[in-house]
């Protein structure tokens, strides 16, 4: 059984982990904003089909949240 101070502990170290998770997601999604043309989006997209689906699916996920706020950035099919 975990004493309480093993356990403010153990919370304290989740709520780091998401705290920087959520800062790295920012950040990513800060510098993705800036591929803001349809010509830097379309270099992104070239960059990004060099690589497997399962290792871009958090950027393509982004991408696909700022092109809903930005219409004119919408991204042609993989």
Not at 42 to 64: C, K, M, W
């Amino acid at each position: 059984m975990k004493t309480p101070a093993r356990q403010f502990t153990s919370v304290r170290e989740r709520l780091r982990a998401r705290r920087a998770a959520h800062q790295r997601q920012v950040r990513l999604e800060r510098e993705l904003a800036g591929y803001d043309t349809p010509a830097a989006r379309h270099e992104l997209d070239a960059i990004l089909s060099r690589y497997p689906a399962e290792q871009t699916r958090e950027i393509e996920r982004i991408l696909v949240k700022q092109a809903v706020r930005q219409p004119n950035l919408t991204r042609p099919p993989r």
